[in-house]
């Protein structure tokens, strides 16, 4: 079995859809836990008005019944309360021939996929190409990954999603390195730009009005950890099946991610190796007191560290990950979002049926979503963690999959 899933629906369309394949059967999914983080990733300080409108809840179509999966296609369902204003525009339905479409868009947004869909698909009406290529998407994937999610929370895998620089605001990321998970989760949760650096978070929520009055909008990085993963997972055996890989591509998925870090990622390019990979150590070697400077002992292991086996390292610079594969240490990976290309300050492109140039303006939008960016890519890294996890442990029911973990960890017990 593998892990799979795709989704469907327009921004302004009925509804968003997806279908999602391969979890175990018996696996409990109360379906107030998927509504929790939709909720999540609708609130974030600088998101426009369209959330005002939009009440994220999941209907369950298929693939659970009585509150636990079946082993069989799970299909979800999340309705757009927009299309009430939208019905007439979006509607399946033929329209009259040589009737004009209403809402067409002629004129492509710098930023956005506007005029590369438009030139790909042949379409001369680009709302075509912006109803899909819109974030509004992120949220069947916030509802896959929450599947994926609660599949790793059975088995005692922590995720924590939050706000680490906005538009050039840094948070202490010394200070944040040394919360322990669910502490930063809930100072994260707690703050209205996802940042669990309170300072820095009222800095960052002036720079957005800032940069809102402007007309103008902020991207920034976000990151994602996971603790309590054990090492195994992915492989360096294919280049597919790295789980930094994996874990890139989905982070780059999201929409406006332009770059992403595995661990320390672009700063370590800049070290000498002694200052980048974290040494190994053993708990058999001496107490795990942390009186290091004392001389002898052993340095403490770190928070989130999937204890099984005795080995440890005392930095995770890594990120969790070596060769493509966990190594017991907390996954941790960076996205960078670019700043929204929908500015209400114009910028210059060309209208597509008189070539004519104009000035890019719009009726609403986000002067930030990078909160919500957060909680995406949370839901995309549970979503590649879980897929990691059925490969390794299969299984067609949680049981199955509880026997192969245990007898697993009991080898790394011994290792
Ligand atoms: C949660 C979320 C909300 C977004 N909201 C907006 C928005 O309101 N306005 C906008 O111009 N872009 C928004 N974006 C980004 C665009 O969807 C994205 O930049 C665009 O589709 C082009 O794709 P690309 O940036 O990945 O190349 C949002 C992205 C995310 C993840
Ligand atoms: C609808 C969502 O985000 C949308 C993503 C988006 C874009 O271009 O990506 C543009 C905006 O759409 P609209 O023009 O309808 O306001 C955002 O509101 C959502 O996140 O639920």
Redesign the pocket.
């Known amino acids: 079995m593998s892990l799979r899933y795709l989704t469907a629906g327009e921004?302004?369309g009925p509804a968003l859809v997806v279908v999602v394949e391969g979890l175990p059967a018996g696996l409990a999914v109360a379906r107030e836990a998927i509504d929790r983080h939709l909720a999540r990733?609708?609130q974030g300080y600088g998101?426009?008005?369209?959330?005002q409108i939009?009440h994220?809840h999941v209907r369950i179509l298929s693939g659970i019944r009585h509150g636990v999966t079946l082993g069989t296609p799970i299909a979800l369902e999340i309705e757009?309360r927009?299309f009430a204003h939208w019905q007439e525009v979006m509607g399946a339905d033929p329209v009259a021939p040589g009737a004009v479409a209403p809402r067409r868009v002629t004129r492509p947004r710098p930023g956005?996929a506007d005029l590369a869909g438009g030139m790909k698909y042949g379409h001369r009406d680009l709302r075509n190409v912006?109803e899909r290529?819109?974030?509004?998407e992120?949220?069947a994937r916030v509802a896959a990954g929450t599947l994926g999610r609660i599949l790793l929370e059975a088995f005692g895998v922590e995720l924590a999603g939050h706000v680490v620089m906005l538009a050039g605001v840094e948070a202490d990321r010394a200070l944040l390195a040394r919360l322990p998970l669910p502490e930063l989760a809930r100072a994260a949760e707690a703050s209205p730009v996802r940042c669990a650096d309170a300072e820095a978070a009222r800095r960052m929520m002036e720079r957005i009005d800032v940069l809102r009055e402007r007309g103008d909008t902020a991207g920034g990085l976000f990151e994602v950890r996971a603790g309590g993963v054990p090492p195994g997972l992915g492989s360096y055996a294919q280049w597919d099946r790295r789980l930094d890989a994996r874990l890139a591509a989905a982070l780059a998925s999201i929409?406006?991610v332009k770059g992403v870090e595995v661990g320390d990622g672009f700063a370590a390019a800049g070290l000498p190796g002694s200052e980048v990979h974290d040494e190994i150590f053993h708990r058999s070697a001496g107490e795990p007191a942390g009186d290091e400077e004392a001389g002898g002992g052993l340095p403490q292991e770190l928070p989130g560290h999937f204890a099984a086996g005795g080995y440890f390292r005392a930095t995770n610079r890594a990120g969790g990950i070596e060769g493509g594969v966990t190594n017991g240490e907390p996954v941790v990976v960076r996205g960078a979002m670019k700043p929204?290309?929908?500015l209400y300050q114009p910028l210059r492109s060309v209208e597509i049926e008189t070539k004519e140039p104009f000035q890019a303006s719009?009726?609403?939008?986000?002067a930030c979503?990078l909160p919500?960016a957060a909680v995406v890519g949370e839901a995309v890294v549970a979503w590649e963690l879980a897929a990691a996890w059925v490969e390794k442990f299969g299984g067609d029911t949680l049981s199955e999959m509880e026997a192969a973990f245990e007898a697993y960890r009991g080898r790394l017990e011994a290792y």
């Open positions: 921004s302004h990733r609708q998101r426009g008005r369209r959330q939009e994220d757009n927009d956005h912006l290529a819109s974030a509004r992120t949220a929409q406006a929204l290309p929908t719009v009726e609403r939008s986000d979503a919500a």
